[in-house]
């Protein structure tokens, strides 16, 4: 059984960091693609960025430059790295597999707010 936890949002201030981490089990993510996705109220669920099982990755226009993916293979967990937060990235950050991610590993999701 697949089950991704995500963790490492809270309230941060324009222009901050923030570092979410996506704890995978039941799949190994050195053969899957993993990607962060977000959905803030009132709007769909988008992609914020993808790391193929190659390495590539892929952002969305709103993030690059800002955002950065990784993967810990040996722990089996993927990482988004977020700075100069602005207050538009406040949504729920939810990781799934990419590029096709799957009804069934939607988890709980992580609060990230950016507000002074």
């Known amino acids: 059984q697949v089950q991704l936890v995500e963790s490492g949002g809270g309230l941060v201030q324009p222009g901050g960091s923030l570092r979410l981490a996506c704890a995978a089990s039941g799949i190994i993510l050195r053969f899957s693609g993993l990607g962060w996705y977000r959905q803030a109220p009132g709007k769909q669920r988008e992609l914020v960025a993808g790391?193929?099982?190659?390495?590539?990755?892929n952002y969305t226009d709103s993030v690059k430059g800002r955002f950065t993916i990784s993967r810990d293979n040996a722990k089996n967990t993927v990482f988004l790295q977020m700075n100069s937060l602005k207050p538009e990235d406040t949504a729920v950050y939810y990781c799934?597999?990419?590029?096709?991610?799957?009804?069934?590993?939607w988890g709980q999701g992580t609060q990230v707010t950016v507000s002074s």
């Open positions: 790391k193929t099982r190659g390495g590539v990755s």
């Open positions: 799934n597999v990419y590029p096709n991610p799957r009804n069934v590993y």
